[in-house]
């Protein structure tokens, strides 16, 4: 994410010192990364940075616009579509009126093909590749030790399996085992490739709400349509029958409270340790010298080792709470055994 | 407050991914990779299992084979011992019987000797008497040539018998 936002700052800083340095806010530059835009800036090394134009798929009520964003930028760039005028505004496209106003009223759901979603698109393709050929390697090596990038990844599949399926959910992990690996995945690999400066990575995909929102709302959905007549009865039938009234709202709200925190947990890491990067970097424009940078770097490269583990782990939390609460759904006997 | 607005335009992307994502991979990797995992491991088992079988039963076998080893001894000692006291008795019984044999030769020879001995006695007497015979005849021939001594000797012995 660093050489992403070099020449930003570059020319942050060029327009700083046709005044004085002190001007230099890293929030705007922080909150283009951590967030999401219609374009990809693309860079060449210390020459030049492109933004890559990105469609635009927006819904009216009048019907679908699809164009290229390059219509609509630099910000505030006013786009004459088939049924509205649109423009950027703080990221997000607005309807412009006739005066060439935002129109606060009128709603646009907004479906582009944004940045984090080519990452992810970039990402899924990568796990298709590796585990299809992965997968094929184990069909041609059937019985044999694996090999290559199979017996880099077997050790992960192993522990998705043994250490978080297994223990949570028991005999019945077969039927999870697939969503587990997947979530497993998706999380870490988005982790690591957020963690890659410039292309392919530089995007924030799992430290982005709507992405954590929906695995925990698939997770919510599994936990619940899973839930056996213990589970049920453990929210609607509490023991002793006078906790009804406290009981029962405390067992909805935690039906709810507890994808919310896997939510909550998993973007609030990634992006918590892209900002602290980022402000890392940004100490060298805030003080305007190069010879704050080996101060920057070293701390840095400290903090992208964190973070390194931060991927791993918090791929395993989301894992391993999504197994534990899915396991608390199925499981038998009753809880007053325990 | 940008920051945890979920977009609905990434909602819904990340959802269909998502799902592609997990039908694909649980169709065409998941399954076939867990499958081959257990598959293997269920082989491992297997073998490692008909190893320690194999194992029990050398050792049965190295056990049953002293055994056998152990109880072919004793039999090896206890043929050699009944040989030994087969040989000494057989020694002693032979030497028992030449004793016995040499004895009895010896005491047979003994008798033959004294048969031969008594024979060649008799035989030698029988000689001698001829001889004796013979030689008297011849002196008594020769005595009785002169008349005189023939006289004189009639005379001796009818001095001699006494009446």
């Not at chain 1, 213990?230 to 009981?247: A, D, E, R, S």
């Not at chain 2, 499958?35 to 293997?40: G, H, Q």
């Not at chain 2, 033959?112 to 021939?141: F, H, T």
Request: include cysteine; charged fraction near 20%; proline fraction near 5%.
């Amino acid at each position: 994410m660093a050489v992403i936002s070099i020449p930003a700052f570059a020319s942050v800083q060029k327009n700083a010192t046709n005044t004085t340095h002190k001007d230099f806010d890293p929030t705007p530059v922080i909150m283009e990364h951590i967030g999401d835009s219609h374009s990809w800036p693309f860079v060449f090394p210390l020459v030049a940075e492109k933004p890559i134009p990105l469609p635009v798929i927006l819904y009216t009520d009048k019907g679908m616009e699809v164009f290229s964003s390059s219509k609509i930028t630099p910000e505030g760039t006013v786009y004459a579509g088939n049924y509205y005028s649109y423009k950027l505004q703080e990221k997000k496209i607005k309807i412009v009126d006739a005066t060439g106003k935002a129109d606060e009223k009128a709603t646009v759901y907004d479906f582009s093909i944004t940045r984090n979603v080519v990452s992810m698109f970039m990402t899924i393709t990568v796990l298709l590749i590796v585990f299809l050929s992965v997968s094929s390697t184990y069909k041609k090596r059937a019985g044999k030790a694996p090999k290559g990038l199979q017996s880099f990844l077997e050790p992960l599949i192993l522990f998705v399996r043994d250490d978080i399926a297994i223990p949570n959910l028991g005999i019945k992990y077969v039927r999870f085992m697939p969503l587990l690996l997947t979530i497993f995945f998706f999380i870490l690999i988005n982790n690591l490739f957020g963690m890659i400066p410039f292309f392919p990575g530089g995007f924030n995909l799992t430290g982005n709400i709507a992405v954590t929102m929906v695995l925990s709302v698939i997770i919510l959905l599994v936990v619940n349509l899973n839930g056996n007549k213990h589970y049920w009865k453990h929210i609607f039938m509490p023991n002793p029958w006078w906790l009804f009234p406290i009981m029962i709202p405390v067992e909805i709200v935690s039906i709810f409270s507890k994808p919310i925190a896997l939510m909550i947990r998993l973007f609030a890491n990634i992006t918590a340790g892209h900002i602290v990067i980022l402000s890392l970097i940004s100490l060298i424009f805030i003080f305007g010298t190069l010879w704050i940078s080996p101060v920057s770097i070293v701390f840095v490269v400290f903090m992208d080792m964190i973070e390194l583990l931060v991927a791993f782990l918090q791929a395993y939390i989301f894992t391993l709470l999504s197994a534990l609460f899915i396991g608390m759904a199925v499981e038998e006997h009753h809880h007053e055994v325990i | 407050m940008e920051l945890v607005t979920p977009d609905i335009g990434l909602v819904f992307w990340t959802t269909i991914c998502f799902v592609i994502l997990l039908f694909i991979l649980g169709k065409f990797a998941w399954k076939p990779i867990l499958e081959a995992v257990k598959e293997r491991e269920n082989s491992i088992e297997t073998a490692l299992q008909r190893a320690e079988a194999a194992k029990d039963e050398m050792a049965r076998l190295t056990n049953e084979n002293e055994a056998l080893l152990k109880q072919a001894r004793v039999e090896r000692d206890l043929i050699l011992q009944e040989a030994r006291k087969l040989k000494d008795q057989i020694i002693s019984e032979a030497k028992e019987s030449a004793n016995t044999e040499g004895h009895r030769m010896i005491e047979m020879a003994r008798i033959e000797i004294n048969n031969q001995k008594a024979i060649a006695m008799a035989d030698v007497k029988n000689q001698v008497a001829s001889l004796s015979l013979e030689i008297a005849e011849k002196i008594l021939n020769k005595q009785f040539e002169d008349q005189k001594k023939q006289d004189e000797l009639v005379a001796q012995l009818l001095k001699e018998v006494k009446l």
